[in-house]
């Protein structure tokens, strides 16, 4: 059953494929009405978000962001909610983010060439409008020819363990909790899968209790029914609101689900809601009127 709300969605100005309005749009659409904007390393979208979300008196917008942190053989990626995504300290240290960024996805370019499947910085910069990221590399990869979809890109050449892979600079999860508390934001643990598959989630989740985490996803894209109990058991236990979201990209691979195409219910949701009027994030988001 689809849920009204939907708290990790990606636009352009990251690796969307949509423009915050047009994901906005398209959110409410499908039945959306809380949503959260969450591009990777980036806050650029949220003034157009909001512009567009003004249209909808019933539709509350979360200003959001979606950080990448690592763990020994692991991507972590971290959802920050209800941030004060105008501070200046804050958009300073992602600007250096997105520098590292750029940096590591022209590394990720010249080993392409070496191996052989050669790709423009100029075409992956035609994919990109904000934070670079791997896929604007892989649209690209399809492109130029030599791979026939984003999803076979990763396969071959972009995934951790690819031969095209280079790192991004590393930051710890909980500086990435702090940083996101810093600017009055609610912390996440996004789509565990990886991590529980490795058998290092519960150590993650010991390590990122001590630091403040908030929440972390249960409903997540397409994770299964079974999934979803053991995510859900897992949060239980360690006292983190089971969240989610569909992680929309609009980049048309098969695990793709909709806006709101998720069976995130709405308790947890307003329980994450008490907890930033609590604190008065509350009040870095757009409530809807109704
Ligand atoms: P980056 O931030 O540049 O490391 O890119 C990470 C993003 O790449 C993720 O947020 C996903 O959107 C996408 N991604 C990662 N792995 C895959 C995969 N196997 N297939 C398709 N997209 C992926
Ligand atoms: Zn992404
Ligand atoms: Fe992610
Ligand atoms: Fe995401």
Do not use: C
């Amino acid at each position: 059953m689809p849920s009204i709300a939907d708290l990790h969605l990606h636009s352009t100005i990251s690796d969307g494929r949509l423009t915050p309005t047009a994901l906005v749009d398209l959110a409410y659409a499908k039945g959306v009405r809380i949503m959260s904007l969450t591009d990777h390393d980036i806050v650029d979208g949220l003034t157009e978000a909001f512009d567009a979300a003004s249209k909808y008196d019933d539709l509350t917008l979360i200003p959001g962001i979606e950080m990448s942190t690592d763990v020994p053989g692991n991507e972590v990626h971290i959802n920050g909610h209800f941030i004060d995504w105008r501070d200046e300290t804050f958009q300073g240290k992602l600007r250096h983010l997105q520098d590292s960024r750029l940096g590591r996805a022209r590394k990720m370019v010249d080993r392409l060439v070496e191996l052989g499947k050669p790709i423009t910085w100029d075409a992956v910069q035609a994919f990109a409008d904000g934070a670079v990221g791997r896929p604007h590399i892989a649209l690209a990869l399809v492109d130029a020819g030599h791979v026939a979809s984003v999803n076979e890109a990763f396969d071959l050449y972009l995934s951790r363990t690819g031969p095209a892979y280079v790192e991004r600079e590393r930051l710890d999860p909980e500086d990435v909790v702090s940083l996101i508390q810093s600017v009055g934001g609610l912390a996440t643990l996004n789509h565990p899968r990886e991590l529980y598959a490795a058998g290092s989630l519960e150590a993650l989740l010991e390590r990122l209790k001590a630091a403040g985490l908030t929440g972390m996803e249960v409903y997540y894209q397409d994770y299964t029914p079974d999934e979803i109990v053991t995510y859900k058991a897992l949060a239980d236990r360690f006292g983190f609101l089971p969240l989610g979201g569909s992680d929309y990209h609009g980049l048309g691979n098969p695990q793709q689900r909709d806006p709101g195409d998720i069976s995130l219910p709405i308790e947890p949701v307003n329980a994450y809601f008490d907890l930033a009027r609590k604190s008065g994030s509350i009040r870095h988001a757009r409530v809807a009127h109704s």
